[in-house]
């Protein structure tokens, strides 16, 4: 039988960088949940994607203890990694403000299609493609 699970947290955190300290700490410490384990655990994890910002899903049980799933770094984070940039255009359709090649979009809806709701490579461009134009970045047709 399954524990009774008591909630379930999704924290966005810097990958490697899991610290106790707030939202963590805060997170997890109203639940009761040991923080400090989580950090080690979570930090282990993800020690070989440092630069990415890895979404995790923590399911905190009644008896204290813990479960996490690690899900692929959002789109957008993705985008802005490609493209060079800090952040998204103020207004996307009138400010560009990068540029990303058609091989770029592959290897993001590539690595994003695990959590996307479709098995196609294209369908998950378009998914992809359509984040990037509400970002202001432009894909370059070659």
Do not use: W
Request: charged share 25%; net charge positive.
């Amino acid at each position: 039988m399954a524990k009774p699970i008591k909630t379930i947290i999704k924290l966005q955190i810097p990958a490697g960088q899991a610290n106790p300290a707030p939202p963590i700490g805060s997170s997890l410490g109203q639940h009761g949940a040991n923080i400090q384990q989580f950090c080690q655990q979570f930090n282990e994890a993800t020690k070989n994607m440092a630069g990415d910002i890895i979404p995790a899903e923590i399911t905190i049980y009644e008896d204290r203890s813990f479960s996490f799933k690690l899900k692929t770094p959002p789109a957008s984070a993705l985008l802005k990694k490609a493209a060079g940039l800090e952040k998204g255009s103020g207004l996307p359709h009138k400010n560009k403000v990068g540029k990303i090649t058609k091989q770029d979009l592959r290897k993001i809806a590539e690595r994003k299609l695990p959590d996307l709701n479709t098995d196609d490579l294209e369908k998950a461009e378009k998914i992809i493609a359509g984040t990037a134009k509400n970002m202001g970045i432009e894909i370059e047709e070659k």
